[in-house]
């Protein structure tokens, strides 16, 4: 038998799943002929599929610089790199791989994901492409180029991508959770309960699916899906960290629906340990950062300005703590026609560090023009979301943080801080496990704390900013009399009253937040309060907000 046929053989054995005879068969190849590249991918291959991608690279690196023609070991080498945090690494490879074979399909699907990991999302979209135009069919392509459409706001594209992938493959548990993300958006919220029952169907341990599930429904005693759930909680160390996180949270969920409290708060408190053990916070540099801001805009810093303001639309912020009512806000000025939303905008922030090196200590030498082109630039950014209102809405809450610069540089702007009971607006935070980490929010503690700096700081921004600039709406006061606060709201943006705002849950407007499918349905009080059902557990919170 010659060496070709031991290496024949040897994948045989792997195929069979006989991975320790294949092992050892490439291993006698080698050993005769230690310029056989065959057996060195084979090897390559045999220890990625055993997790060992500290021996599959240096074996991959060989049989690649043995044939460096074969654009096979080019692909397969890139996509062990990839997997082992070594993306720039990767590219390199995998565009040598792209250049040697443009007919393979996998090598750009690998070019996608490796540039989709280094930021490249423009790269990774034409790879994602390529790789679809050479195989039509190909749905994990279709399902990751949805990702790139949807992150880049062109919903209507990733959800027929999305569909796409579905169609193709039904059991492709990803696409038919991220369908169901932009069906909640768009307020089809049956339509996306049935693609998230889909994937669990098909992956009952799929944890993303169950946790999107969680969030559309209220659940009952005896629901089946909280049996399922319970019996994914007997075991959970097949699960990921971050997915026994989310089932916490998800079982925390289904136990308050029920009623059954202490339970609901037991989940939530070990979701939000194992969350909290899994990052470094410095409360005290949070707390260094908001009196560095309220240091760098003294009380006459703003009067003492005049500001040409840019021309475009009107920007308003609405600023203030998460689950404070910022999308129920959105979604009554939205549906007004002289009022668009752009969502939770990043660029305000962006523009600001391009400007300051050392945000907040660098504010001080900002000049006036500095502070113009901030304005200019950001106006820039609105219309390249496609505003065409005359008032364009900014829901990033943390915006709040940068009212000074926009008293400054935006002068014309309006201003809304959205206000909930603190108590309610905390625990909130405790119970709802976010899409982003959210740093202070783990420990009832720390969120105490970040409340009061935050709301220590909103009191040192209304003494400066101009008093037509600036309002503050309380969730409660919304929920009491939603014609009347709705009505303060439009004469404070300063358009004609559209009795359609108060109809604002039936409209059909994108909603990207944690509170999509709240929003759909007409005002209801069932939040206010909601916290005294964890009284007894949340003392050290009380404690802080009370200031004791």
Excluded at 23 to 33: E, G, K, M, S, T
Excluded at 328 to 351: F, K, R, Y
Excluded at 457 to 486: G, Q, S
Aim: net charge neutral; hydrophobic share 40%.
């Amino acid at each position: 038998m010659d060496l070709l046929q031991k290496v024949k053989k040897a994948a045989c054995l792997a195929n069979e799943g006989k991975f320790a005879e294949a092992d050892r068969l490439c291993r006698d190849i080698i050993a005769a002929n230690d310029r056989f590249h065959p057996a060195f991918h084979l090897l390559g291959q045999l220890a990625a599929h055993a997790n060992r991608n500290d021996i599959a690279i240096p074996m991959l690196k060989r049989a690649a610089s043995l044939n460096p023609s074969n654009a096979q070991y080019q692909r397969d080498l890139a996509e062990v790199l990839l997997f082992s945090a070594k993306a720039h690494e990767a590219l390199d490879v995998i565009e040598r791989a792209v250049e040697l074979d443009p007919r393979d399909s996998k090598a750009f699907f690998i070019l996608g994901l490796t540039a989709m990991s280094l930021g490249l999302l423009d790269r990774a979209a034409d790879a994602y492409g390529a790789a679809i135009k050479i195989e039509p069919e190909f749905g994990a392509a279709h399902n990751n180029l949805g990702s790139l459409l949807e992150r880049a706001g062109d919903l209507k594209e990733a959800k027929k991508a999305y569909t796409k992938a579905i169609k193709i493959d039904p059991g492709n548990v990803q696409a038919q959770n991220n369908v169901a993300s932009i069906l909640i958006a768009e307020g089809d919220i049956e339509a996306a309960k049935t693609h998230l029952q889909k994937a669990i169907k098909v992956a009952p341990d799929y944890i993303e699916a169950h946790h999107n599930l969680s969030a559309l429904k209220t659940y009952k005693k005896n629901d089946e899906h909280i049996i399922q759930l319970q019996s994914l909680s007997k075991d959970t160390s097949r699960l990921t960290k971050d997915n026994q996180i989310r089932l916490e949270f998800i079982l925390g969920k289904a136990a308050s629906d029920i009623g059954k409290y202490d339970e609901a708060f037991m989940h939530y408190d070990k979701g939000n340990a194992l969350k909290r053990a899994t990052f470094e916070y410095d409360e005290n540099a949070v707390r260094l950062f908001h009196e560095g801001l309220k240091q760098s805009f003294p009380e006459v810093f703003l009067n003492n300005l005049h500001q040409k303001e840019p021309e475009g639309p009107t920007p308003i912020f609405i600023v203030g703590m998460p689950r404070s009512g910022s999308t129920l806000i959105e979604q009554i000025l939205v549906s007004h026609d002289d009022i668009s939303s752009a969502g939770e905008m990043t660029a305000l922030n962006e523009i600001i560090k391009k400007h300051i090196n050392d945000f907040p200590n660098g504010i001080a030498a900002l000049s006036g023009q500095d502070y113009k082109n901030i304005g200019s630039e950001y106006i820039a950014a609105l219309r390249e979301k496609g505003a065409d209102t005359k008032f364009v809405i900014d829901k990033m809450p943390g915006n709040y943080r940068l009212l000074g610069i926009i008293g400054h540089a935006l002068s014309n702007a309006r201003i809304i801080n959205t206000l909930r009971n603190p108590m309610d607006c905390c625990v909130s935070i405790y119970t709802r496990l976010f899409i982003e980490t959210l740093h202070y929010g783990y420990d009832l503690k720390e969120i105490g704390n970040y409340y009061n700096f935050y709301s220590d700081l909103m009191k040192h921004w209304r003494n400066i900013l101009p008093k037509d600039m600036f309002i503050d709406i309380c969730y409660e006061e919304v929920v009491d009399d939603l014609k009347a606060t709705a009505e303060k709201l439009i004469e404070f943006i300063g358009v004609e009253w559209q009795e359609k705002v108060l109809d604002f849950h039936k409209q059909r407007s994108t909603v990207r937040t944690a509170s999509a499918a709240q929003v759909r349905n007409p005002i209801y009080n069932s939040s206010v309060e909601r916290w005294r059902v964890y009284e007894k557990h949340l003392k050290p919170l009380k404690e802080i907000l009370d200031g004791k």
